[in-house]
């Protein structure tokens, strides 16, 4: 049933939402650097979100150098190992990952996926980046202070983290809050664009329940991060305060280097409930716009509707509302009133539920579907067997009496790689194939793309997948090296030589997709506008790329949902959103 | 697929009883929150996410004074003046309080007063409400300088508990600065108001769309939480 509320012509409803006027760019800085553009604005996160990412992929291959090969690389010390896994988490899950689904898809695609001009405020929307670009180079200026980086791991736990012999104990830490606290001020400027675009910038006839998947994901997440991040920012400024004036609010009375320490009476608990009140919805806001846009690249591939769209659309808000009330399953070791460790465990395991809607509702939609290998297809599949694969050992990992043999072994560090960190970034990789050619203009080349993808995919299972045999032996995560552990059979050791070699080879295969970027920038095949033959709003622009102000003259109305692929009787395989009904019967009419 | 089911328009959305109704006003094109402006509803939002960073302030702070094992200095001791020869406790806070409450009276008139295109009334009485907010925040370094005279620094003070002086500075320290941008954000839209920019509709500093009177609220929503938020850390800080 295709539901059109507004009938053709007579029916269109007033425009509530005036026309804005745009501030236009006057000078070559104004378009292209200091842009308000939000697609500009989006190419620069992209690209910043990218450069930071290589910095980390780089310090991942050390690292497998490292737990590969122990003792044959004299430039890894133990500090320096302990730095990089912290700059790798840190970089990989905020100023990647976060970046660049939001900063980065957000920017490109709420704006003309919902029918609008621009953001809501373009100007607040150009400080975010700056704001940005800011954290991201204190944190990169702390590869160069005396001490280097933190080496605190990711979670930044202290008392360890400001304590001395923690490596990057004078400036790593210091820089890596102030960086943390700037990225959550340029964040906001940012995500308060984005949900007041989608709430209260729609063009005609965009109704909620029309939206792209992708706009619910994007739209959820950053409601979620405007409401996860606060709690990060207290603690960052909390222990910023701790290290820098003394106080006491994460640091015990202990003894440090044979003597005591000047702290009394802080809790170092406070700090890891407000850090995963933060990271754990953390998760979800890299999750949930990889579950739109996911949905977006399989319906569109698969040539068919997307199989239980409201369905979708719930699961996304009701996994962004559940995802505040599990933090603490990150904690169960952490001596936490065991009572608890109920709560968590139950709420965590009732996440799985509409979460598994989702997987099913994807593999309904390619049931019988008229599925198209392409480039971002594959990447999409790719994404629903790795993610499935990490849903399924976050099961395990929920369950209290399952979780405590496992915390802190490689089988946590195979679990979160491969639910947030493959997976999304499968669904990052697709996406780029799949919005590329609105971009430039030129499509990706599909032989580099299918190498990129066979290399990438069958990879990350290969590294990841034995890794969880290597957790459930016991092998620890975060040591620089294993020695000679009596339940670590040599087998272990060779495995962790396997992973390594197939690391680096998965490392050097994103070259090709690097090379593959910019190569098509000038020899790619010219794309059209619509290549993929899509419904959504943004392949419907009069221009590809899309010129400043989106639409032309007039904004598009829309008549229709995201999905209407393969509708019996129409003229082509797909109907564009903004195609009146009039129109489609007319079509229907002559087919018949 | 193959049945096209036309509907009337949006209007009779709203003649959808209950739940329903409500559901399909908000779920309609355009806007989810009919009649609320973009710049209102993002002010909305930035205040729910500011909730929150105050909220976790709060609740560690909150931990902090129950897990000590040391006594928690007692905030009416500390908090107290001798005035003419009596000792009154929280005085100050109190006087202070009641200046940060009478600042949201005169923005709620500047707000009555900007509807009404009343440009002199309107950027007179934001400018009482920004004199109100700095004489507020001169009377909170006042309080910083007295406690900071009696020893009470972030990492001790020679009464008790550390995290007295951490959380105090920290909160207070915070809101002060919230107050603080207030106060100069009302300066800068009173001097706009004055000048008349939102009766030609000029473009806007910070935001670059045009200005309408409608920032005037705007600005007092912000006010009205800051406000909001006090009447928490008094309760919380002061009173517990």
């Known amino acids: 049933m295709v539901d059109v509320p507004y009938d053709g012509i007579a029916g269109i409803p007033p425009a509530e939402v005036p026309d804005v006027e745009l501030y236009h760019p006057k000078s070559w800085w104004t378009r292209y650097v200091f842009s308000q553009d939000a697609k500009v604005i989006a190419v620069q996160y992209s690209l910043t979100a990218s450069a930071i990412g290589l910095v980390a992929l780089v310090l991942s291959w050390l690292m497998r150098l490292q737990l590969g090969f122990p003792g044959t690389f004299s430039f890894i010390d133990a500090n320096q190992y302990l730095q990089f896994i912290t700059m790798h988490g840190m970089i990989m899950v905020i100023y990647l990952l976060t970046a660049l689904f939001l900063g980065g898809f957000g920017n490109y695609l709420i704006p003309l996926m919902v029918g609008a001009r621009d953001m809501v405020f373009p100007y607040v929307n150009m400080l975010s980046y700056w704001v940005y670009l800011l954290a991201v180079l204190v944190l990169a200026s702390t590869f160069f202070v005396p001490g280097g980086p933190t080496g605190a791991g990711w979670t930044l736990y202290p008392p360890q983290a400001i304590l001395s012999g923690t490596p990057g104990q004078d400036w790593g830490i210091i820089l890596m809050m102030a960086s943390l606290i700037l990225f959550i001020i340029g964040f906001t400027m940012g995500g308060l664009n984005y949900v007041v675009t989608v709430l209260q910038a729609r063009t005609r006839g965009m109704t909620l329940m029309r939206l792209p998947l992708t706009v619910w994901g994007i739209f959820t997440a950053t409601v979620m991060a405007l409401l996860a991040f606060p709690a990060l920012f207290v603690a960052s400024v909390m222990l910023l305060l701790d290290r820098l004036l003394g106080t006491s609010f994460f640091m015990p009375s202990l003894v440090e280097m044979g003597t005591l320490s000047k702290y009394s009476g802080g809790s170092p608990l406070l700090f890891q409930h407000l850090f995963w009140f933060f990271g754990h919805p953390e998760v979800y806001i890299v999750a949930l716009p990889a579950f739109g846009i996911v949905s977006d690249l399989i319906s569109t591939h698969a040539r068919k509707n997307i199989f239980g769209y409201r369905m979708m659309v719930w699961a996304i808000v009701g996994i962004g509302a559940l995802s505040f009330v599990v933090w603490a399953h990150h904690m169960y070791v952490s001596g936490m009133f065991p009572q608890f460790g109920y709560f968590f465990a139950t709420t965590t395991l009732i996440i799985a539920v509409p979460t598994a809607i989702k997987v099913y509702n994807w593999v309904l939609t390619l049931w019988r579907g008229d599925i198209h290998l392409t480039v971002p297809m594959l990447f999409a599949l790719g994404f629903i067997i790795t993610f499935v694969n990490g849903g399924l050992t976050g099961l395990f990992l929920g369950n209290v009496v399952v979780d405590v043999p496992l915390s802190d072994t490689m089988f946590v560090v195979a679990h979160f790689h491969m639910v947030m960190g493959v997976a999304p970034i499968m669904v990052v990789l697709g996406a780029i194939y799949h919005w590329y050619p609105k971009v430039t203009g030129r499509m990706l080349n599909d032989v580099l793309g299918k190498f990129h993808f066979w290399v990438t995919f069958l990879g990350a299972y290969l590294i990841f997948f034995p890794m969880h045999y290597l957790g459930l032996l016991g092998v620890p995560r975060r040591y620089f090296e294993l020695g000679d552990a009596a339940f670590i059979p040599p087998s272990a050791h060779s495995l962790n030589a396997f992973i390594s070699v197939v690391a680096l080879t998965v490392g050097f295969s994103q070259m090709v997709f690097l090379f593959n970027l910019v190569w098509s920038l000038f020899r790619g095949e010219p794309s059209g506008g619509n290549p993929w033959r899509a419904t959504t709003l943004e392949w419907q622009t009069p221009e590809t790329p899309p010129g400043h102000g989106n639409w032309g003259k007039e904004l598009p109305i829309v008549y229709r949902w995201a999905y209407d692929y393969s509708v019996p009787g129409a003229e082509q395989d797909f109907i564009p959103q903004n195609q009146p009904p009039r129109a489609t019967r007319a079509a229907q009419g002559a087919a018949s | ?240």
């Not at chain 2, 949201?104 to 004199?131: C, E, H, P, W």
């Not at chain 2, 990492?155 to 809101?175: D, E, L, V, Y």
């Open chain 2, 1 to 240: 697929m193959t049945e096209t089911v036309l509907t009337k328009m949006v209007q009779g959305a709203g003649r959808l009883p209950g739940w329903r109704g409500i559901a399909a006003d908000w779920a309609s094109d355009q806007r989810a929150f009919k009649n609320v402006s973009w710049g209102k509803a993002m002010m909305w939002i930035f205040l729910l996410s500011d909730t929150f960073i105050f909220s976790c302030f709060l609740l560690s702070y909150m931990t902090a004074r129950m897990s000590t094992t040391v006594p928690w200095p007692n905030p009416s001791e500390v908090f107290a003046l001798n005035i003419a020869g009596r000792h009154i406790p929280l005085i100050l806070i109190a006087i202070m309080t009641f200046i940060l409450i009478s600042s949201s009276g005169t923005m709620a008139m500047a707000v009555n007063f900007g509807y009404r295109q009343d440009r002199a009334k309107t950027a007179i009485l934001m400018l009482v409400t920004a004199a109100f907010g700095a004489t507020f925040v001169g009377m909170q370094a006042f309080e910083w300088t007295k406690l900071i005279m009696e020893g009470v620094r972030p990492w001790g003070n020679p009464w008790g508990a550390a995290q007295f002086g951490s959380s105090f500075f920290m909160i207070t320290g915070f809101h002060g600065t919230h107050v603080t941008i207030g106060v100069i954000f009302l300066i800068a839209i009173a001097r706009k108001v004055w000048r008349g920019d939102f009766d030609v509709g000029r473009r806007g500093f910070f935001t670059s769309r045009k200005g309408y009177y409608e920032i005037v609220e705007i600005m007092g929503l912000y006010w009205h939480f800051v406000d909001l938020v006090w009447v928490f850390i008094f309760a919380f800080f002061y009173l517990w």
